[in-house]
């Protein structure tokens, strides 16, 4: 396998529902990243992770928990979410943090009920 | 912060060209980069620039003027498979995150 894969590509879950987001990069890299693509709107930047490290929390609700065991995978865990939440969300890594090109997985159509 | 600036659409017929542009504002630019997103699609990197000047890639083209804070990506000779979204996004030098415009959806017609 090669490039940036994330499971499930759908997901329908209910406001008190706990679920989590798999994503899993056969690339290398050491920065690794999560994004919120709403329609007609630009990529969010949600966290951003160098080495396992976290290095960038943008403001995002703790309904939204990330985790980075190692440098190939990162988790979205996902807990009492709103129907705002619905979107896709996307994973990306690139070499180190900032660099280009950001390599993007499929994404998970999220659907909150 | 960031702010960018690109069309929400445009629409050409096959063999035409299209010429995406994109305003920034920065606090400190270190680079314009162009993705493309098909619809149910991951996005792909199509190109960066860091300094002024055109970049060719095939068929695509991108262009940076760091002093008007302004680039553009050429679409030429296009086909049927060319109909998606193109998003320019900055990279910022201060904290190196890069942020996306709200993308343009180019339409290819017969």
């Known amino acids: 396998e090669t490039g940036v894969t994330q499971t499930p590509r759908h997901l329908v879950m209910g406001m008190t529902n706990k679920k989590s987001l798999k994503c899993e990069q056969h690339l290398g890299h050491n920065a690794m990243y999560w994004y919120k693509q709403s329609a007609k709107k630009p990529l969010e930047l949600m966290f951003v992770?160098?080495?396992?490290?976290?290095?960038e929390n943008n403001s995002v609700p703790s309904r939204f928990s990330p985790e980075c065991p190692n440098s190939s995978h990162l988790f979205l865990h996902l807990h009492t979410l709103q129907p705002e939440d619905s979107a896709l969300y996307l994973c990306?890594?690139?070499?180190?943090?900032?660099?280009?090109?950001?390599?993007f997985g499929d994404g998970t159509r999220l659907s909150i009920l | 912060g960031q702010s960018l600036e690109q069309p929400s659409e445009v629409t050409a017929v096959e063999g035409a060209i299209v010429q995406i542009n994109c305003t920034y504002q920065t606090s400190g630019f270190y680079g314009l980069s162009w993705y493309q997103q098909h619809d149910g699609g991951a996005p792909t990197f199509l190109s960066y620039n860091a300094l002024d000047g055109l970049e060719e890639t095939g068929r695509f083209s991108s262009f940076l003027s760091r002093s008007d804070s302004y680039g553009y990506l050429l679409l030429q000779e296009l086909q049927m498979k060319d109909s998606a979204s193109y998003f320019c996004a900055v990279r910022d030098r201060r904290d190196y995150k890069l942020s996306f415009g709200a993308g343009t959806t180019v339409t290819v017609r017969a």
């Open positions: 990306a890594s690139s070499q180190d943090v900032g660099d280009q090109p950001q390599h």
């Open positions: 992770y160098s080495l396992e490290e976290r290095v």
